[in-house]
């Protein structure tokens, strides 16, 4: 158990989007009601028909949003990293989830209860115009990923996913391998494609010289390749 210094401490650093536009008094509510909690690989955080309870926030590792789709296959909606919130739209809009999340890795999470939320929103003005710039983001980039998964080739979809995984999550010190290891399934969930044509398009790639890949580890040889590709594939 952490003591209640620590946690404001973790909380001020961690949170200091939210923690900068309350009063002392919202401050203190928060720390009270604030959890910490660690996720397994693929350990599920909520699930899709679950009623929203908390507003989850990324202090360590990766998470994913996803959805079942037909057959059992996977699409992978959005990726977060730390520090981001979610799983708080659902209770916005009055209903249960209709995605799931799970942690791509081991993973560190805090949660605040989405009413103690609701609370500060009706006090906090400037609040409310934080969620409401999040869920904008989120919306554009929604209706682009809608534009881009139904209008571009493979080869585009795919070099779009990798390089949103370089400007989610970097690269290791070599500067060239990216800072997260995906299975070939995963890449394919995230660019709306079968396995086999997440395999071929990367071998292709490889071939072209436009990345190398051992294992799950991703190397970007030639990035300003890769991007034409993503941006005009």
Known sequence: MLKKSTLEQI???????????????????????????????NQIIYAEKDEPQYLWCLLKGKVKLFKDGMGGRQQILRLYRPIQYFGYRAFFAMEP???????????????IPMKLVKELIDE?????????????KNL??????????????????????????VDNYGFEDDGET??????????ANLSNMTTSNAIRTLSAFCQERIIT??????????????RNISKFG
Do not use: C
């Open 97 to 111: 989830y209709v995605s799931s999340a799970a942690a791509f890795e081991p993973s560190t999470l805090g949660s």
């Open 140 to 165: 554009g980039g929604s209706d682009t990923k809608i534009v881009n998964l139904t209008q571009k080739h493979i080869r585009g979809r795919l070099a779009e996913a990798i390089t949103l995984l």
């Open 11 to 41: 909380i001020s650093s961690d949170l200091a989007a939210i923690w900068e536009i309350l009063t002392p008094d919202q401050r203190r509510l928060i720390a009270d009601n604030f959890h910490i909690h660690t996720f397994k690989k």
């Open 124 to 136: 906090n003005r400037d609040l409310a115009w934080f969620f409401i710039h999040e869920l904008s």
């Open 213 to 226: 890949v051992d294992g799950r580890r991703i190397k970007i040889i030639d990035p300003e390749a890769l």
């Open 178 to 187: 990216l800072k997260i290891y995906m299975a070939r399934e995963d890449l």
